[in-house]
Every structure is written in C-alpha cells, then in structure tokens.
C-alpha cells in the first residue's frame, strides 16, 4: 500500500523562550518490507539547520537548535511510504547487548508481580510464538480503549490496574507481559491507516515487536488484536515509548508549553 503521511506539531510558549534544543523521530523506517519514498521535515517560523544521526536503536534522527526568542515552533512533516503486506525482519539471533534491552524491565514496562500474575495462565511450554499471540489476546480482552483515561506517563502497571488506556498502553502492557515470560519485546512507534480515519482523527499509533528464536521477530498490536499488515507504518523502535517519541526537547525560559499534534494520512 502506498500511503501520504502529513504530520505537524506545534509548540506553544505563554512567554517567550531564549533558545530551544529539538529532536524528532518522525521518518518512516526502511526495515521488514517497508520503504520510505519521500521525506521532508520543515520548522516554522524557525528556518533552522536541520541535523541527523543514527541513535543506538537504529531510528533516524533529526535535530535542530534555535537560540531566538520565540513563542511559538511548528515542526512539519510530509512523508510517502510503500508498506508491505506482512513485517519481514531479517534477523534471526538477538546481539546479548539486544537481549539484555528487550528483557530488562523499563520505567514504562516494570516486572511488576501483577504484570506476571497477568501473564501466567496464558504461557504456552515450549511455545514462545503462541505464549506471545495468547498474550497479545489477552491484553486486547482486559483493556478498554479509552482517550483521555490515561497519559503520557502511565506505565503498564498503571494501565492494568486501571483496566482501560490507549494504543501506548496496550503496547506497555503486553512488552512487560512477555519480558515476564523471557520473550524479548519492544515497542514500536508509526501510524495505522484507517479510510474511516482522516484529519484530525488520524493519529500516531504503537505496537510491540517480540522476537521468536528461528522465526525473528514478528510485529503484533494488542490495540487490534492482529499482527502487522500493510496499513501500519513503522517510524522507530526501541525498549517503551521513553526511546521512541515523535519529538523531544530542551528549552531556556520560564514559560509554560503548550503542545498540538496533527495528523492527516491517505493512500495513494
């Protein structure tokens, strides 16, 4: 599938700032069948020189400073993509640095004695793929789709508890849940196209990898209940969602920020 993605941000000041320093994970990947055709990111009304690096995950990184005073920086992205039908990685054995990274527990996904107790009954011996689908299922039954009941700092113990979250949560949630059970898990961040879905109805998505010894890694959503097919584009990966946010910074100013994101994305 061959999908247009445009995505802005905006940043808001209720006073000016000195100077900011921003990064954002906004490219689409080229991994697992997937390829990034065009991208192109801009800064508004700062024209900033825009930067680039490779981070310890393998996510391509765009950073820029701005050190004038300002109230306001929009941050946007235009991006074609060619999706594939299935996720394909081509990697069959995990580094012991990846291993220590996909099983070590997170500030968002903790190896919380509830988390296991969670995941316990759904262990398949033997069976790491089906442990993972069951798991997978299981966290599509216990949470309810909720915008609004849970923020960008709730953990999976949180959303557990709570019994309700959204797309980051049931992410969280089933990484802890498999790391539990020794199956490395990691989160991944992009976009789900959905017809029904355009303006500011689109959003960002997130979903779990977990890898499977001779199989590699295989792409699951637990917001859906399905792997990963050709409406999902994958932008980063890495431990939870602290590695992987769409931008990120630093600013010099007492000021309070206020953030808007909008997405808008269509097939070709």
């Given at each position: 599938?061959?999908?247009?993605?445009?995505?802005?941000?905006?940043?808001?000041?209720?006073?000016?700032?000195?100077?900011?320093?921003?990064?954002?994970?906004?490219?689409?990947?080229?991994?697992?069948?997937?390829?990034?055709?065009?991208?192109?990111?801009?800064?508004?009304?700062?024209?900033?020189?825009?930067?680039?690096?490779?981070?310890?995950?393998?996510?391509?990184?765009?950073?820029?400073?701005?050190?004038?005073?300002?109230?306001?920086l929009?941050?946007?992205?235009?991006?074609?993509?060619?999706?594939?039908?299935?996720?394909?990685?081509?990697?069959?054995?995990?580094?012991?640095?990846?291993?220590?990274?996909y099983?070590?527990?997170?500030?968002?996904?903790?190896a919380?004695?509830?988390?296991?107790?969670?995941?316990?009954?759904?262990?398949?011996?033997?069976?790491?793929?089906?442990?993972?689908?069951?798991?997978?299922?299981?966290?599509?039954?216990?949470?309810?789709?909720?915008?609004?009941?849970?923020?960008?700092?709730?953990?999976?113990?949180?959303?557990?508890?709570?019994?309700?979250?959204?797309?980051?949560?049931?992410?969280?949630?089933?990484?802890a849940?498999?790391?539990?059970?020794?199956?490395?898990?990691?989160?991944?961040?992009?976009?789900?196209?959905?017809?029904?879905?355009?303006?500011?109805?689109?959003?960002?998505h997130?979903?779990?990898?977990?890898?499977?010894?001779?199989?590699?890694?295989?792409?699951?959503?637990?917001?859906?209940?399905?792997?990963?097919?050709?409406?999902?584009?994958?932008?980063?990966?890495?431990?939870?969602?602290?590695?992987?946010?769409p931008?990120?910074?630093?600013?010099?100013?007492?000021?309070?920020?206020?953030?808007?994101?909008?997405?808008?994305?269509?097939?070709?």
């Amino acid at each position: 599938m061959r999908l247009f993605i445009e995505h802005i941000t905006t940043l808001r000041y209720d006073t000016p700032i000195n100077e900011a320093h921003t990064e954002a994970r906004l490219r689409p990947s080229d991994s697992g069948g997937q390829r990034c055709l065009f991208f192109k990111l801009t800064t508004d009304p700062v024209h900033a020189t825009i930067l680039t690096y490779a981070d310890h995950f393998g996510n391509i990184v765009r950073y820029f400073d701005w050190l004038q005073p300002h109230t306001r920086l929009t941050i946007a992205t235009a991006s074609e993509v060619l999706t594939s039908d299935i996720f394909a990685a081509s990697q069959r054995e995990l580094t012991p640095l990846e291993r220590y990274d996909y099983l070590h527990p997170t500030a968002y996904a903790p190896a919380d004695e509830a988390i296991c107790r969670f995941a316990g009954p759904h262990v398949v011996e033997n069976d790491p793929l089906a442990t993972a689908m069951r798991l997978m299922r299981a966290v599509f039954q216990s949470l309810k789709y909720e915008r609004g009941a849970t923020d960008v700092k709730t953990t999976a113990d949180d959303a557990l508890s709570l019994g309700r979250g959204v797309c980051q949560d049931f992410a969280h949630l089933l990484i802890a849940a498999c790391r539990c059970q020794g199956i490395p898990a990691r989160y991944v961040s992009g976009y789900l196209y959905d017809p029904q879905w355009s303006g500011d109805s689109a959003a960002t998505h997130a979903w779990v990898d977990v890898f499977i010894p001779a199989r590699g890694w295989i792409s699951l959503d637990p917001t859906h209940n399905c792997e990963q097919n050709e409406r999902y584009v994958r932008v980063a990966i890495g431990r939870d969602y602290a590695d992987v946010p769409p931008t990120r910074g630093i600013f010099k100013g007492n000021a309070k920020e206020m953030l808007e994101v909008r997405v808008n994305i269509r097939a070709l």
